[in-house]
Protein backbone atom coordinates (compact mmCIF):
# COMPACT_ATOMS: atom_id res chain seq x y z
CA UNK A 1 0.00 0.00 0.00
CA UNK A 2 1.39 2.98 -0.92
CA UNK A 3 2.20 6.16 1.56
CA UNK A 4 -1.29 8.12 2.87
CA UNK A 5 -0.74 11.92 1.88
CA UNK A 6 0.07 13.80 4.88
CA UNK A 7 -3.76 15.13 5.93
CA UNK A 8 -5.04 11.64 5.20
CA UNK A 9 -2.31 10.39 7.41
CA UNK A 10 -3.64 12.95 10.16
CA UNK A 11 -6.84 11.73 9.70
CA UNK A 12 -6.43 7.85 9.92
CA UNK A 13 -4.05 8.57 13.26
CA UNK A 14 -7.53 10.12 14.90
CA UNK A 15 -10.23 8.02 13.91
CA UNK A 16 -10.73 5.43 16.32
CA UNK A 17 -10.84 1.61 15.65
CA UNK A 18 -14.46 -0.09 15.09
CA UNK A 19 -15.80 3.69 13.84
CA UNK A 20 -18.56 4.16 11.63
CA UNK A 21 -17.01 6.28 8.94
CA UNK A 22 -18.68 8.05 6.05
CA UNK A 23 -15.59 9.72 3.57
CA UNK A 24 -17.35 12.30 1.54
CA UNK A 25 -14.98 12.57 -1.77
CA UNK A 26 -13.02 9.68 -1.13
CA UNK A 27 -11.29 9.22 -4.46
CA UNK A 28 -9.98 5.82 -4.94
CA UNK A 29 -10.93 4.61 -1.32
CA UNK A 30 -6.91 5.04 -0.27
CA UNK A 31 -8.03 6.71 3.17
CA UNK A 32 -11.23 3.79 3.50
CA UNK A 33 -8.64 0.75 2.78
CA UNK A 34 -6.73 1.95 5.83
CA UNK A 35 -9.63 2.74 7.96
CA UNK A 36 -10.85 -0.79 7.49
CA UNK A 37 -7.95 -2.50 7.84
CA UNK A 38 -8.22 -0.37 11.41
CA UNK A 39 -11.75 -2.46 11.90
CA UNK A 40 -13.55 0.91 10.81
CA UNK A 41 -16.99 0.44 9.10
CA UNK A 42 -15.88 3.06 6.37
CA UNK A 43 -18.14 4.04 3.68
CA UNK A 44 -17.94 6.15 0.72
CA UNK A 45 -19.14 9.01 -1.83
CA UNK A 46 -17.22 10.54 -4.80
CA UNK A 47 -18.07 12.14 -7.88
CA UNK A 48 -15.58 10.91 -10.43
CA UNK A 49 -16.97 7.22 -12.22
CA UNK A 50 -13.45 6.53 -12.53
CA UNK A 51 -12.48 6.43 -8.66
CA UNK A 52 -15.73 4.81 -7.43
CA UNK A 53 -14.68 1.98 -9.88
CA UNK A 54 -10.94 1.85 -8.66
CA UNK A 55 -12.70 1.66 -4.52
CA UNK A 56 -15.23 -0.90 -5.64
CA UNK A 57 -12.49 -3.04 -7.29
CA UNK A 58 -10.78 -2.70 -3.87
CA UNK A 59 -13.57 -4.25 -2.04
CA UNK A 60 -15.00 -0.95 -0.93
CA UNK A 61 -18.56 0.30 -0.36
CA UNK A 62 -18.29 3.63 -2.36
CA UNK A 63 -21.26 4.98 -4.32
CA UNK A 64 -21.49 7.71 -6.79
CA UNK A 65 -22.86 11.01 -5.55
CA UNK A 66 -22.17 14.56 -5.18
CA UNK A 67 -21.66 16.20 -1.95
CA UNK A 68 -23.40 19.23 -2.82
CA UNK A 69 -26.86 17.28 -3.84
CA UNK A 70 -27.16 13.55 -2.35
CA UNK A 71 -25.47 13.99 1.48
CA UNK A 72 -29.47 14.73 2.09
CA UNK A 73 -30.07 11.34 1.93
CA UNK A 74 -28.46 10.05 4.68
CA UNK A 75 -29.59 9.81 8.11
CA UNK A 76 -28.73 12.20 11.17
CA UNK A 77 -25.61 10.69 13.13
CA UNK A 78 -25.23 8.07 11.28
CA UNK A 79 -21.67 7.67 11.65
CA UNK A 80 -19.16 8.67 13.77
CA UNK A 81 -17.32 10.72 11.60
CA UNK A 82 -18.11 12.02 8.30
CA UNK A 83 -14.49 13.24 6.30
CA UNK A 84 -14.14 15.76 3.58
CA UNK A 85 -10.73 15.87 2.45
CA UNK A 86 -9.60 18.37 0.13
CA UNK A 87 -12.89 18.92 -1.19
CA UNK A 88 -14.49 21.58 0.70
CA UNK A 89 -13.07 24.36 -1.99
CA UNK A 90 -14.83 22.12 -4.51
CA UNK A 91 -18.30 22.45 -3.39
CA UNK A 92 -20.84 24.64 -4.73
CA UNK A 93 -22.14 25.60 -1.46
CA UNK A 94 -19.33 24.73 1.11
CA UNK A 95 -21.62 26.23 4.22
CA UNK A 96 -24.51 23.54 3.60
CA UNK A 97 -21.93 20.36 2.70
CA UNK A 98 -20.13 20.88 5.99
CA UNK A 99 -23.63 21.64 7.37
CA UNK A 100 -24.63 18.50 6.12
CA UNK A 101 -21.59 16.75 7.32
CA UNK A 102 -21.75 17.81 11.12
CA UNK A 103 -26.01 16.84 10.58
CA UNK A 104 -25.04 12.96 9.48
CA UNK A 105 -21.58 12.50 11.89
CA UNK A 106 -20.90 13.20 14.90
CA UNK A 107 -17.46 14.68 14.21
CA UNK A 108 -16.47 15.70 10.74
CA UNK A 109 -12.89 15.89 9.41
CA UNK A 110 -12.05 18.57 6.89
CA UNK A 111 -8.56 19.16 5.26
CA UNK A 112 -7.84 21.81 2.59
CA UNK A 113 -5.14 23.61 0.91
CA UNK A 114 -4.31 26.95 2.39
CA UNK A 115 -4.59 29.79 0.33
CA UNK A 116 -2.66 31.83 2.38
CA UNK A 117 0.17 29.90 2.41
CA UNK A 118 3.42 31.92 2.16
CA UNK A 119 4.52 30.16 -1.24
CA UNK A 120 0.70 30.99 -2.78
CA UNK A 121 1.22 34.74 -1.84
CA UNK A 122 4.75 35.24 -2.96
CA UNK A 123 3.70 33.72 -6.79
CA UNK A 124 1.06 35.93 -6.96
CA UNK A 125 2.42 38.97 -5.15
CA UNK A 126 5.86 38.72 -7.79
CA UNK A 127 4.38 36.41 -10.37
CA UNK A 128 1.00 37.91 -10.34
CA UNK A 129 -0.63 34.72 -11.40
CA UNK A 130 -2.02 32.07 -9.84
CA UNK A 131 0.27 29.28 -7.96
CA UNK A 132 1.25 26.07 -9.42
CA UNK A 133 2.66 23.69 -6.44
CA UNK A 134 2.92 20.75 -5.28
CA UNK A 135 -0.13 21.31 -3.58
CA UNK A 136 -1.64 22.87 -6.00
CA UNK A 137 -0.43 21.46 -9.01
CA UNK A 138 -2.52 22.16 -12.37
CA UNK A 139 -3.64 25.82 -13.25
CA UNK A 140 -5.74 28.07 -12.67
CA UNK A 141 -8.26 26.93 -15.11
CA UNK A 142 -7.76 23.22 -14.88
CA UNK A 143 -8.62 23.04 -10.76
CA UNK A 144 -11.44 22.03 -9.32
CA UNK A 145 -11.53 24.87 -6.63
CA UNK A 146 -13.89 27.07 -6.45
CA UNK A 147 -13.73 28.38 -3.50
CA UNK A 148 -10.28 29.42 -2.04
CA UNK A 149 -10.07 29.59 1.44
CA UNK A 150 -7.51 30.11 3.83
CA UNK A 151 -7.03 28.84 7.57
CA UNK A 152 -8.00 32.27 9.14
CA UNK A 153 -10.90 31.55 6.55
CA UNK A 154 -12.00 29.04 8.31
CA UNK A 155 -11.65 29.54 11.76
CA UNK A 156 -13.80 32.13 11.23
CA UNK A 157 -16.71 30.53 9.11
CA UNK A 158 -16.60 28.01 12.06
CA UNK A 159 -16.93 30.27 14.63
CA UNK A 160 -19.79 32.69 13.17
CA UNK A 161 -21.85 29.46 13.03
CA UNK A 162 -20.74 27.84 16.81
CA UNK A 163 -19.15 24.85 15.24
CA UNK A 164 -16.32 23.71 17.88
CA UNK A 165 -13.05 23.02 16.86
CA UNK A 166 -11.58 19.77 18.35
CA UNK A 167 -8.26 19.44 17.17
CA UNK A 168 -6.15 20.87 14.77
CA UNK A 169 -3.61 20.35 12.64
CA UNK A 170 -1.60 22.78 10.17
CA UNK A 171 0.82 20.79 7.45
CA UNK A 172 4.10 21.71 4.91
CA UNK A 173 4.40 18.50 3.42
CA UNK A 174 4.71 16.04 6.38
CA UNK A 175 5.53 18.33 8.81
CA UNK A 176 3.06 19.77 11.07
CA UNK A 177 3.20 23.48 11.70
CA UNK A 178 2.57 25.67 15.11
CA UNK A 179 -0.94 27.00 15.27
CA UNK A 180 0.21 30.48 15.77
CA UNK A 181 1.91 30.93 12.47
CA UNK A 182 -0.07 28.62 10.36
CA UNK A 183 -2.02 30.83 8.28
CA UNK A 184 1.29 31.86 6.88
CA UNK A 185 3.68 28.70 7.55
CA UNK A 186 0.84 25.70 6.18
CA UNK A 187 -0.07 24.32 3.13
CA UNK A 188 -3.25 22.20 4.15
CA UNK A 189 -5.31 22.32 7.50
CA UNK A 190 -6.94 19.39 8.67
CA UNK A 191 -10.07 20.41 11.39
CA UNK A 192 -11.73 18.18 13.60
CA UNK A 193 -14.95 19.70 14.26
CA UNK A 194 -18.71 19.01 16.17
CA UNK A 195 -21.63 20.66 17.18
Known sequence: M?????????????????????????G??????????????????????????AAVGRGLSVIQGDADTDLVNYPDKAFDYAILSQTLQTARAPDKVLEELLRIGRRAFVSFPNF?????RLSLAWGGRMPV??????????????????????RAFVRERGITVEQAWFLTGSRQRAAAAANLRAEHAVFLVSR
Not at 116 to 120: I, K, L
Open 133 to 154: TPALPVSWYETQNIHQLTIDDF
Open 28 to 53: DGELMAVLRARGCDARGIEIDRGNVS
Open 2 to 26: SELRPDLAVIADHVKPGARVLDVGC
Open 116 to 120: AYWRV
